[in-house]
């Protein structure tokens, strides 16, 4: 909230209107869409039910909702299959040799999937897991695999066979998959040998050995083998050596509408992830429409998200939204500026790509790196552009209009979140006109509102609380394990409401306009950290006494980690910089390098209430290099930190 594109986005008054020619071909009419829009903020399930017609049935569904606070089910009675919309009625539709998968490794190798060939490599796959692995619907997997085919693979296999999958970034360190493996009673974990990145061989397989020691319920570990004799572990099996052999026969298991798809761990407000529950009926409900609309997809498209498959824009817009719409996804492995900062350029000419959906910090490092670069490349195959993660500030907005869609393609600055499963604010291209950053209205169906401590709808411009005040078919079950913490979580805050945890404001227009966290969450490069995750991460290092950890404005990732540390009496400071790179190894080692402090300041004291609460704010405006701004009087130690130099 305190970042200086925030104060700019407050004064943005340009808006782009739709192109006549877009209109004209878009998905969604705008003739249509005002009516449309009214009538599903009026009736949000008779939009929904509607919308339910895009994926295939096995059993119809006879109610769409049941809605008991804070627990909703969707289509009631429906039985279908995640991997069947995205496969199955595909290749019966004509699609059989149309590519599904269009992955660039980062030499250049590439790599084509048709439908026909996915739905064959999925069967193999799902009968070794029923077969050879003894895996059925109900149990639970962790998937830990680089950006390759065969992770899409597996998560559809999964699907196919009702194994819930949960699939852990594979950045993530060994003590946060032996958290998520042991939390979500996994069975078996996929891996790979190694992942590529910068040229150089990301390990994976040895970090979950390490990562399942102790753990007993995984009885298996598959490994994807780029290499002939890399190790499997003690209870690993090969990848390929189990599918291969399979038949490419394989019936898609008629799953109830409410079956787990997917677990997803992601960072709140305490020291441990939580594991949001996804559904299958409703989450492909929910995301074929959306990816329909937002990303207009047509037959001859090739889009590409640049998001991993770890987070949860891989999920719904790299696989399941995306697929079951049939249409083509790239996939890269590899990182945006190996060789040079002009790689996602060559790879759009190279492969025509033609709709570009990616985070606001990668459009950053872009501009960083200059106009020069993409102006080398032609980039006459996009049409469309989007962005998803973080508020995008109007310069890089404007920067990725001109020199990215030369003025010509909109852009769909997508707000939504790990918990509501699909896009929820979001211009649609050819309908809406944009402001740059905003992420202007609701998808038809979904009723969302700004309000202020009481829950009482904001007034136009008045800044508040991001809430939604309607049920959507692909929003967050449960947290696995702990419906406490869900309701205490989402549902607490203001009874009724879907409490996002973010702030942002409505303008004139009805334009919302994200300004970001408003509680103990911090957004690094798009990646959401939790601030007491990396604090307890701190505190378990012998030198540390006590730890806190929030974000400062960051020009490039949105925002940085800094930590005020107050070391043990115990401790050895006699060379701080060399304890402060021992601290933030050990975040890595806890964490995953996603979560390295950018800065440590080592302290003696915290400044903290008379309730013994650390005041955040005051250690935010540090962290900023501002003055401790606002009310000090409820400061126990009003000399707030003392450094130690
Ligand atoms: O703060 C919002 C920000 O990202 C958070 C959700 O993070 P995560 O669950 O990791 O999912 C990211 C990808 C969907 C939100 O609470 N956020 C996401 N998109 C936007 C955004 N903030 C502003 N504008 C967006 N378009």
């Not at 944009?434 to 998808?443: D, L, N, Q, V, Y």
């Amino acid at each position: 909230m305190e970042s200086k594109s925030i104060d700019t986005v407050l004064k943005e008054t340009r808006s782009f209107a739709p192109s006549p020619s877009f209109a004209q071909q878009a998905n969604l009419s705008a003739a249509d869409y005002e009516r449309l829009w009214k009538d599903a903020q009026a009736e949000p399930v008779r939009f929904w039910e509607h919308a339910a017609k895009n994926i295939d049935w096995f059993e119809p569904w006879t109610k769409a909702l049941s809605w008991e606070e804070p627990f909703a089910k969707w289509f009631l009675g429906g039985k279908t299959n995640a991997a069947y919309n995205c496969l199955d009625r595909h290749v019966a539709n004509g699609r059989k040799d149309k590519t599904a998968i269009l992955w660039e490794g980062e030499e250049g190798e590439v790599r084509k999937l048709s439908y026909g060939q996915l739905l064959d490599r999925v069967s193999q796959l799902a009968n070794g897991m029923q077969k050879d692995l003894g895996l059925k619907a109900g149990d639970t997997v962790a998937v830990y695999m680089p950006m390759i085919p065969e992770a899409v693979v597996t998560m559809l296999a999964c699907a196919r066979v009702g194994v819930t999958h949960s699939v852990i970034f594979a950045g993530f360190s060994s003590s946060a998959i032996h958290d998520r493996v042991l939390d979500a009673d996994c069975k078996a974990v996929f891996t790979a040998d190694y992942g590529k990145r910068r040229g150089k061989k990301l390990e994976l397989q040895p970090i979950v050995e390490e990562g399942l020691k102790g753990v007993d319920c995984v009885q298996h570990v598959v490994v994807f083998r780029n290499e002939k004799n890399s190790p499997l572990g003690s209870r690993g099996v090969e990848w390929q050596a189990l599918v291969d052999k399979q038949s490419t026969k394989h019936e898609a298991v008629s799953l109830d509408a409410e079956h787990p798809l997917y677990f997803l761990y992601t960072s709140g407000t305490t020291g441990k992830p939580k594991g949001i529950v996804h559904s299958t009926g409703g989450y492909m409900v929910s995301v074929t429409q959306t990816a329909k609309w937002v990303f207009d997809l047509k037959e001859d498209d090739i889009y590409w998200c640049t998001a991993d498959i770890g987070w949860v824009t891989g999920h719904s817009y790299v696989v399941y939204g995306i697929l079951s719409n049939g249409a083509t996804a790239l996939l890269y492995e590899g990182a945006p500026n190996y060789p040079d900062w002009g790689r996602f350029w060559s790879i759009i000419d190279k492969h025509k790509v033609s709709i570009l959906y990616t985070a606001p910090t990668a459009i950053r490092a872009f501009m960083r790196a200059g106009e020069s670069i993409p102006r080398k490349y032609k980039l006459d195959s996009l049409r469309l552009l989007g962005t998803v993660g973080e508020p995008i500030n109007p310069e890089a907005w404007i920067w990725y209009h001109n020199e990215i869609g030369h003025g010509k393609c909109p852009i769909v600055d997508t707000w939504w979140q790990t918990e509501t499963g699909a896009i929820m604010i979001t211009p649609l291209p050819g309908v809406t006109a944009t402001k740059p950053g905003s992420a202007t209205r609701p998808f038809p169906g979904i009723v969302a509102d700004i309000v202020d401590e009481n829950g009482k709808s904001c007034a136009p411009n008045e800044g508040g609380y991001l809430v939604i005040r309607h049920p959507w078919p692909s929003m967050v079950r449960n947290i696995h394990k702990n419906p406490d913490r869900f309701k205490d979580q989402y549902w607490s805050r203001f009874p009724g409401l879907y409490f996002a945890g973010d702030g942002a404001h409505k303008d004139e227009n009805g334009y919302f306009w994200i300004k970001g966290r408003v509680d103990d969450v911090i957004n690094v490069s798009g990646h959401r950290l939790g601030t007491m995750e990396i604090e307890s991460a701190l505190v378990s290092h012998p030198a540390v006494a006590e730890a806190a950890v929030v974000g400062r404005p960051d020009e490039l990732k949105g925002q940085a980690i800094t930590a005020f540390v107050i070391p043990k009496e115990s401790a050895d400071l006699s060379n701080l910089a060399a304890l402060s790179k021992e601290l933030s190894q050990h975040v890595v080692s806890e964490i995953g390098a996603l979560a390295r402090p950018e800065e440590i300041k080592f302290t003696r004291t915290l400044p903290k209430t008379r309730s013994g609460k650390i005041m955040r704010r005051l250690l935010k405006d540090l962290a900023a290099g501002k003055q401790a701004s606002g009310d000090t009087t409820t400061l126990e130690n009003p000399d707030l930190v003392q450094l130690i130099q």
